[in-house]
């Protein structure tokens, strides 16, 4: 059984930055990748990025490449998104999710534990 908890939403102006914290606990693999994914009212969960603890191997969707970064610390069993250059159609509730042996990690079916979601809000 995995557990997620995130942290570090908030409410932020566009152009700004935040950094959001998965801490994770219970029996983690190397086998397993971690992802985030965001969900905006009446929208589909999307895939955000995602990071595998085998080899460090990271995703991230079009829509945030060169503005977000997916990191790991493997010893400490935290999972991060830098979130920078913040857009107002970045507002969603952000999720972590851990899964393992992920073939796409920019599917959310790949994925079987899910944090409760953290709320992120850009506003002009």
């Known amino acids: 059984q995995v557990q997620l908890v995130e942290s570090g939403g908030g409410s932020v102006q566009t152009g700004g930055s935040l950094r959001l914290s998965c801490a994770v606990s219970?029996?983690?693999?190397?086998?397993?990748?971690m992802g985030w994914f965001r969900q905006a009212p009446g929208k589909e969960r999307e895939g955000v990025a995602g990071?595998?603890?085998?080899?460090?191997?990271?995703y991230h969707a079009d829509s945030v490449k060169g503005r977000f970064t997916i990191s790991q610390d493997n010893a400490n069993n935290m999972v991060y998104l830098q979130m920078n250059n913040l857009k107002t159609e970045d507002t969603a509730m952000y999720y972590c999710?851990?899964?393992?042996?992920?073939?796409?990690?920019?599917?959310?079916?790949?994925?079987?534990?899910w944090g409760q979601g953290t709320q992120v809000t850009v506003s002009s």
């Open positions: 990071i595998c603890r085998r080899d460090g191997s990271t």
């Open positions: 999710a851990a899964g393992r042996y992920i073939a796409s990690m920019a599917d959310s079916y790949e994925y079987s534990s």
């Open positions: 219970g029996n983690v693999d190397r086998n397993y990748c």
